[in-house]
């Protein structure tokens, strides 16, 4: 269970409540990380648990879906317990719940959303069920140097590859999107074909810097394309050929190839995304979803970004990957607006904002 550290934990006697503040309870379980967190106004954690489920899904390549739900059924009460536990407060503390809603896989979601309707029930307090993509943007308000409104955001994770401009923070325009894998997804891809195993992003992260990406040269899709979208599938299956075609020695090659796969991902996820400020006249840019974890990504961003005069908002690596303090965060934004969820509203695993 991975524990964000907490300097701002309250005392469990006296809560240390001031009656102004909207204390939410967050919940995630729409993958394979059963998360939640409790986090002040929007903006400040008290306490972030993330139980993963990595070593269940790591001997099948990817996420089993029977086996993520009974795993976020076994976790999920044990998780919320610390969350409160870690901030120092007791469930009568919160004010409300924001729980994920989709989109992700239905069993799993479900696991959360049931819990956090029953929770909320039980306490007679507000909850709100909440778009998984609107919280990863909302992730960078967690950080002392939120951007301004407007800005361009880049959503790039597992299942998703998106460019937004968000003007508030529940409103966005979106620019473009994969027409196929998502960034994350094509990681996932490329390393399972060279055995690198799952998740794969954080394994390529690690290798690719042993590598030479200038050794093999892959395409950049999309990149000469007008469009914010993006393609990931044939350079996928172009780092396949590439091993189909060197299937004596590839093995070897193995840095060089997860380097130049990286840097064709990295040029092409940079140049939309500063192309997308242009075209908008922001000058804030944010990078959000487990992607932007990668040192690669984070580094040629901010570079690039420097030579047009933006300024990147990166959140720190534990606000990357999926979590329930980002879910708590936009929340907040939602319940502050009045918006709350009812005891007939369902999950869903498909979406587009
Ligand atoms: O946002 P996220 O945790 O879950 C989804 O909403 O999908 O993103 C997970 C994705 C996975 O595809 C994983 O391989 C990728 O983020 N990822 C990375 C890195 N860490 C996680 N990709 C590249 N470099 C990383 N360091
Ligand atoms: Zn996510």
Known sequence: MQRLSNKNSRCRECSGKNKSEMIILGIETSCDETAASVVVDGKKILSSVISSQIDVHHPYGGVVPELASRKHVEAIAPVVNTALSDAGIDS??????????????????????????????????????INHLEGHVNSVFLESDPPPFPFVALLASGGHTSIYH?????????????????????????????????????????????????????????????????????????????????????????????????EAVVDVLSYKIIHAAMVKRCDHVAIVGGVAANKRLREKIRHDAEQKKLTVHIPSVELCGDNAAMIAAIGYHYLKNGVVSDLGDDVFSRVKI
């Open 92 to 129: 009568k503390a919160l004010d409300a719940v924001a729980v994920t809603r989709g989109p992700g896989l239905v069993g799993a979601l479900l696991v959360g959303f049931c819990f956090a309707k029953a929770f909320a029930f039980a306490l007679e307090i507000p909850w709100v069920g």
């Open 166 to 262: 968000v003007t508030s923070h529940t409103r966005y325009e979106l620019m473009g999107q994969t027409r196929d894998d998502a960034a994350g997804e094509a990681y996932d891809k490329v390393a399972k074909m060279l055995g690198l195993g799952y998740p794969g992003g954080a394994a390529i992260d690690r290798i690719a810097k042993k590598g030479a990406p200038e050794n093999i040269s892959f395409p950049r899709p999309f990149i000469d394309k007008s469009t914010f979208d993006f393609s990931f599938s044939g350079l996928k299956t172009a780092v396949r050929r590439y091993v189909q075609i060197h299937s004596d020695d590839y093995l070897q090659r193995i840095p060089d190839i997860v380097a130049g796969f990286q």
